[in-house]
């Protein structure tokens, strides 16, 4: 009778089945990137192990691979990546971008952190610790990324009194010198913050590497943080974003900056008025 048995349909080699180093390897790159605040998907540990030189498992072997082992944040449903329509500019200083957020800092303070972000490339263009939002601080930080990179052609930032009044019917420091530039400052609609996704999505970034270390303990300790976030944002993290997974800066070098815009005309003043201006000056110098 065992003769008839039934065999055992299970395959003698498994030549497609993940090695045990290989696991061992994508779960210890996962912590490493953890650990240094950065982004630790499937995505970013198959670029990372790629760039190790590793032999890097697909995109759903690795999924696999951390539900298994228990290694997965458990995170809210998302929407899946095909269904979300992606605007990029054509160039670099096409657009830019401009948004703040408050984070912690020791002794149970807060600061603002401001970020000018480049729409095409991603990259961070210039960041800002200051005490809050204000007009001061999103002139300065904009003033450094002018320096650095030129002169945009738009730039979009929300409705926010520091930022861009000019739906509550105000002007505001930023817009006129942006005007007076020749930018086209534009804001996203009110309750739209789909508008500004792209600023929302690189804040948890940088919040993400900042929970990684120890709370600045002043606003010049965040900048300091701030700076080093720069350079591994902009050079060493493969954006998932960005065409071939290459950095903001890779794509900032890969195509040349948009012309600067014409700077605004200064006004000219109407002829009642010059003569006006005319008639008192003469009355002042005759007197």
Not at 64 to 81: H, N, Q, S, T, Y
Not at 239 to 264: S, V
Request: proline share 10%; aromatic share 4%; charged share 25%.
């Amino acid at each position: 009778m065992a003769a008839w048995a039934p065999r055992s349909r299970r395959p003698r080699r498994s030549p497609s089945k993940t090695p045990p180093e290989v696991i061992e390897q994508a779960l210890a790159v996962r912590a490493e990137l953890k650990k240094a605040g950065l982004d630790h998907g499937p995505l970013s540990v198959m670029d990372k192990m790629t760039a190790l030189g590793l032999p890097a498992p697909s995109r759903a072997t690795l999924a696999r691979i951390f539900l298994k082992a228990g290694a997965v944040d458990p995170e809210p449903r998302k929407r899946p990546r095909a269904s979300y329509r992606r605007f990029v500019y054509p160039a670099p200083n096409c657009l830019w971008q401009l948004d703040g957020f408050t984070y912690p800092l020791a002794g149970g303070r807060e600061g603002t952190i401001l970020q000018v972000v480049d729409d095409h490339s991603r990259m961070i263009l210039a960041s800002l610790a200051a005490a809050g939002e204000t007009s001061e601080a999103v002139l300065a930080v904009v003033r450094t990324a002018i320096a650095r990179h030129g002169i945009p052609q738009r730039f979009l930032s929300d409705n926010g009194v520091a930022l861009n009044p000019t739906r509550r019917k105000r002007r505001g420091q930023l817009v006129d010198y942006l005007t007076r530039l020749g930018v086209d400052t534009i804001t996203g609609k009110p309750g739209k913050p789909t508008t500004q996704g792209k600023s929302e999505r690189h804040h948890r970034t940088t919040a993400l590497w900042l929970d990684a270390r120890e709370l600045a303990a002043d606003l010049p300790h965040m900048q300091q943080l701030l700076e080093e976030f720069e350079v591994v944002y902009n050079t060493q993290r493969p954006h998932q974003a960005l065409p071939g997974r290459i950095t903001p800066r890779q794509a900032w070098d890969a195509t040349p900056k948009a012309p600067e815009p014409e700077p605004a005309p200064e006004p000219i003043p109407d002829a009642p008025a010059l003569a006006k201006a005319e008639g008192q000056a003469t009355r002042v110098v005759t007197a």
